[in-house]
């Protein structure tokens, strides 16, 4: 039941869906048979963070627990933000309607730099002080988890501790600490020492922080027992893991409305500018008959028309064919849509074409992330301008008559002949479409080329390298734009303002936490939307606090630096990385993990090798 007190606010607001709670399996537990009560906030509006797989299992691992309950919290659109503020209604989980305040734990998953200032705008939601340093009971507890938690540095000063990796079972460990230290009575300082004991568990406030004088970090020093280094976690067994039976099914139309099963973890390909690729090392895949069973039971419990097969690159688990065979009779029959994101132009087979076309079948989007050969060299592909050509002509022999094809700008290593090389692919797709004999007449084609600015980032054999100045960014831009002669062809391209924040905050140091605050304060928040984006904001509050932009963003690190994330160790070693980023500046390539074991170092978190 809402509160009268929200009831009567929300048709005052936009899409008043995202705040009622009450979704068709969405969990609600009796208080009194619960002694923990976790806060799951994703720093984003709902239809984003409804759409996100890591918090739907998550929600569902803690629900499973006997005497936790966990709740659901997005941030709010402005409309309803303010009259949040102005009616006194704190920011609530979305199950019980309580205020977040009065939780236990508050996690918050951190996708996108760009979230830091939301999650600042949702703790004071929460009436709750904003620094860590400044709440001092156990309760409530901020953790913080997901990608940006390998370097989480800009942010450490807001929050009591980070989980490092992968969340099924550490997510457990540490609350089932937290079940004892509120039983006994224990201080916070005291739950923090325990839980940094924790394989996986980063407590920033246990370590210090030394600087050289020209800005660079001189030592990251542990103390009250706090490890050295920081090991990542990981599932070793991704067939035994838990996988929810179930979804909560939002009211509103969100991102990615559909269900969704993860095929495999990792990433065999090595390409030197993605951080993913590197973070979740190393490669594990699910079997086919778990992923089938997955598959079936969260279509029939949630109804929902498609399945998404996700991971960073479905098309490399092995027995994918094997897998959409044993899908297909139950698919076909329900009608029920296979969707296949991150495939792979060098592995997309006619006879998997043919699969996905016996159901309704979703875009075909390919990845070749630069035009030139050699810049594909140089960044590690391992993708032929052929393997490109052959995928389209699959594609549209297979009734395609569009194509998104996904490049970057400003890698390491590029030219402007390079940016030309984009265009010169894009008219090489659209010249072969009209070559074939057999498509169909009358009909055109479309080939969409999306090109992102590069973020150098941490843990990447890139993370050493500068990132183009802005006005580099939009020579290229303008370049690009230049040289379509085409109708057939679309450039889209991002924003290089917010490229060149998410640079700054990526591989930023704690000396950014007072810039993160003066942002939120000046007015910052929800800034993964442009409409809120504002670089000035934050070139001003760098400013004010004596810190330059581009010492972050434009400068090449010297392989000997400390950098701010060296204490936290995601498995790849900084050998490897540095040996990867000289082998760019040479075009060479690596093998993926499946062909050769390069050493990359994260086979000691499975064990043994990796294949």
């Given at each position: 039941?809402?509160?009268?007190?929200?009831?009567?606010?929300?048709?005052?607001?936009?899409?008043?869906?995202?705040?009622?709670?009450?979704?068709?399996?969405?969990?609600?537990?009796d208080k009194s048979q619960v002694d923990l009560r976790f806060a799951f906030c994703f720093p984003d509006l709902y239809e984003v963070g409804m759409s996100h797989l890591g918090m739907k299992i998550l929600y569902s691992l803690i629900n499973a627990q006997e005497g936790m309950w966990c709740e659901r919290v997005f941030a709010p659109d402005t409309d309803f933000e303010a009259v949040m503020r102005r009616e006194g209604i704190p920011l609530y989980g979305l199950e019980s309607f309580d205020p977040i305040g009065e939780f236990d734990v508050i996690g918050f998953t951190l996708q996108y730099e760009m979230c830091y200032t939301t999650v600042l705008n949702m703790l004071d939601l929460a009436g709750l002080p904003v620094r860590a340093r400044d709440r001092k009971g156990l309760w409530p507890l901020v953790m913080g988890g997901g990608p940006c938690a390998c370097n989480p540095e800009p942010v450490a000063e807001f929050f009591d501790l980070f989980q490092l990796g992968e969340g099924e079972e550490l997510m457990l460990e540490v609350l089932s600490l937290y079940r004892r230290a509120k039983a006994q009575g224990l201080s916070k300082e005291e739950f923090l020492r325990q839980a940094a004991r924790i394989p996986g568990v980063y407590v920033p406030s246990l370590y210090d922080v030394s600087y050289h004088g020209d800005g660079t970090v001189r030592e990251i020093t542990p103390r009250d027992g706090a490890p050295a280094r920081v090991e990542k976690r990981i599932v070793r067994d991704l067939d035994g893991m838990y996988f929810p039976e179930n979804f909560v099914v939002p009211f509103a139309e969100i991102v990615h409305d559909r269900a969704m099963v993860e095929v495999l973890r990792g990433c065999i390909r090595g390409c030197r500018f993605c951080q993913a690729g590197y973070i979740y090392r190393p490669f594990r895949e699910k079997s086919p008959d778990v992923l089938d069973r997955q598959a079936r039971d969260l279509c029939g419990a949630t109804g929902y028309e498609e399945v998404s097969l996700t991971s960073l690159s479905t098309s490399d688990h092995s027995?994918?064919?094997?897998?959409?065979?044993?899908?297909?009779?139950?698919?076909?029959?329900?009608?029920?849509?296979?969707?296949?994101?991150?495939?792979?132009?060098?592995?997309?087979s006619p006879r998997l074409l043919e699969m996905v076309e016996k159901v309704r079948r979703s875009g075909l989007t390919f990845a070749p992330e630069a035009g030139s050969q050699r810049l594909r060299d140089a960044i590690n592909k391992n993708v032929t301008e052929a393997e490109v050509m052959d995928t389209c002509r699959t594609a549209f022999e297979g009734g395609c008559t569009s194509m998104k094809l996904y490049f970057m700008m400003g890698l390491p290593t590029e030219t402007m002949e390079d940016m030309d090389a984009i265009i010169e692919l894009a008219q090489k797709v659209v010249d072969l479409y009209y070559s074939l004999p057999g498509?169909?007449?009358?009909?055109?084609?479309?080939?969409?080329?999306?090109?992102?600015?590069?973020?150098?980032?941490?843990?990447?054999?890139?993370?050493?390298e500068p990132?183009?100045?802005?006005?580099?960014?939009?020579?290229?831009?303008?370049?690009?734009?230049?040289?379509?002669?085409?109708?057939?062809?679309?450039?889209?391209?991002?924003?290089?303002?917010?490229?060149?924040?998410?640079?700054?905050?990526?591989?930023?140091?704690?000396?950014?936490?007072?810039?993160?605050?003066?942002?939120?304060?000046?007015?910052?928040?929800?800034?993964?939307?442009?409409?809120?984006?504002?670089?000035?904001?934050?070139?001003?509050?760098?400013?004010e606090a004596g810190l330059d932009g581009d010492f972050?963003?434009?400068r090449r690190r010297p392989p000997d630096e400390v950098l701010p994330w060296d204490h936290l160790d995601y498995g790849v070693t900084k050998e490897f990385l540095i040996r990867e980023d000289k082998k760019a500046w040479e075009s060479a390539v690596t093998q993926n993990c499946r062909s050769h074991c390069s050493g990359c170092g994260a086979n000691k978190l499975l064990g043994g090798a990796c294949f």
């Open positions: 039941m809402i509160p009268a007190k929200i009831d009567r606010q929300l048709l005052k607001v936009q899409k008043p869906a995202r705040y009622c709670g009450g979704e068709m399996g969405s969990v609600v537990k027995r994918l064919e094997e897998l959409m065979e044993e899908m297909l009779p139950w698919t076909e029959e329900k009608r029920i849509n296979i969707a296949l994101p991150s495939l792979r132009v060098d592995n997309f498509r169909k007449k009358g009909r055109g084609v479309q080939v969409t080329a999306s090109v992102a600015c590069f973020v150098p980032k941490p843990h990447t054999p890139f993370q050493f990132q183009d100045t802005l006005e580099q960014f939009r020579q290229k831009q303008k370049r690009l734009l230049e040289k379509v002669s085409s109708k057939k062809i679309r450039i889209n391209y991002h924003d290089a303002a917010t490229s060149r924040l998410e640079a700054i905050l990526a591989r930023g140091d704690r000396r950014l936490a007072p810039v993160v605050e003066a942002v939120w304060r000046a007015g910052g928040n929800l800034e993964g939307w442009d409409e809120h984006f504002s670089l000035e904001r934050w070139l001003r509050a760098m400013e972050y963003a434009c």
